[in-house]
């Protein structure tokens, strides 16, 4: 065990791996100890059906969490061995229902001792270890469950990279990126309009100089996201947050969740009640993102935009 000492766990997968593969292996030889004709991997099929119901094969599949291929592949290889009958659902013709035969029925009152004899020795492992393998196993199937292995990963590979990411105030060496990070993204589901030229082109007296402001993600001085907060001439809102783009080299880097959150507090700092967006719901990560930050569906306005199908607004506590 030397190797997993060393590798500790990031090998997680490949150490239960090893211990599923040994215990498989001693399965397969037990069966054979007790002259019982059964496959390891066609147990938990096995052990449904000798509680003595037929049942159908999503039946079987949903009670032992099994796909439903991989259920049929066992049926069908058990009903060669003769273990299992197989035959249609009188009520629906397109199912099957399954149920053990007299060869499977006698390897069931067979393999009782061998059920005896498996529990006392599991039990003595047990009562040589300090910890209880069974639960544990548990435990983790069901925190799993809640959140999955891969869920999590992602989660801190987003926030150790979120890290590496800086978020300054605009400067005009960064018109370039404003311009082209947002024509690329604009263009890549829609076209570019006249409101939009307007911004891009002259961000200093189209937004700065009316009060609004613009904010830049860096990731090693190169930035990869901008966002503006444009001030608005209007009694219900104070700023609208627009202009909102990631490079897709940087997507999956929480960079636009840390920009809105830096715009949003941004506009609490210049007195803002309440912002405004618009949208499109083709865009559905950045409605989501919108969503968790609190905004909510509103409607009405007029829009520059023909792209614009969802209008929404935050309201600053």
């Known amino acids: 065990m030397e190797f997993f000492d060393k590798v500790g766990k990031i090998a997680i997968g490949s150490r239960l791996r090893m211990l599923t593969e040994k215990i498989t292996e001693d399965a397969a030889h037990i069966y054979n100890l007790y002259e019982v004709d059964l496959q390891p991997k066609w147990f938990p099929v096995f052990y449904v059906l000798s509680q003595g119901e037929e049942k159908t094969i999503t039946a079987i599949a949903k009670e032992i969490r099994h796909s439903h291929p991989s259920v049929s592949k066992i049926i069908s290889e058990m009903t060669k061995k003769g273990l299992i009958i197989e035959k249609k659902d009188k009520a629906d013709g397109r199912r099957s229902i399954v149920k053990l035969s007299k060869k499977g029925a006698e390897i069931n009152e067979k393999i009782q001792h061998q059920f005896t004899d498996l529990e006392s020795a599991i039990d003595q492992i047990s009562e040589q270890t300090n910890h209880n393998l069974w639960k544990a196993i548990e435990e983790w199937e069901f925190i799993l469950e809640q959140k999955s292995l891969l869920t999590r990963v992602k989660e801190h590979r987003k926030k150790r990279e979120s890290e590496n990411v800086q978020i300054v105030d605009y400067k005009p060496e960064y018109q370039t990126a404003f311009r082209a990070l947002n ?6 589901y829609f076209k570019m309009e006249e409101a939009d030229y307007k911004a891009l082109d002259n961000p200093e007296s189209y937004i700065l ?14 930035p990869l996201g901008v966002c503006a907060l444009v001030k608005m001439d209007d009694p219900d809102y104070d700023y609208e947050l627009a202009k909102m783009a990631v490079s897709p080299k940087a997507q999956g880097k929480n960079i636009g969740f840390l920009l809105a959150q830096a715009v949003i507090s941004k506009a609490k700092t210049m007195g803002a009640a ?10 559905k990560p950045a409605i989501n993102l919108y969503h968790k930050l609190g905004f909510e569906k509103v409607a009405g306005r007029a829009t520059p935009y023909e792209r614009c199908n969802i209008q929404m607004e935050l309201v600053i506590a």
């Open 183 to 188: 024509e690329e993204w604009i263009s890549t």
């Open 209 to 222: 100089n009316k009060g609004g402001s613009i904010l830049v993600a860096l990731i090693g001085n190169e």
């Open 274 to 283: 309440k912002i405004y967006l618009e949208s499109n719901t083709l865009l």
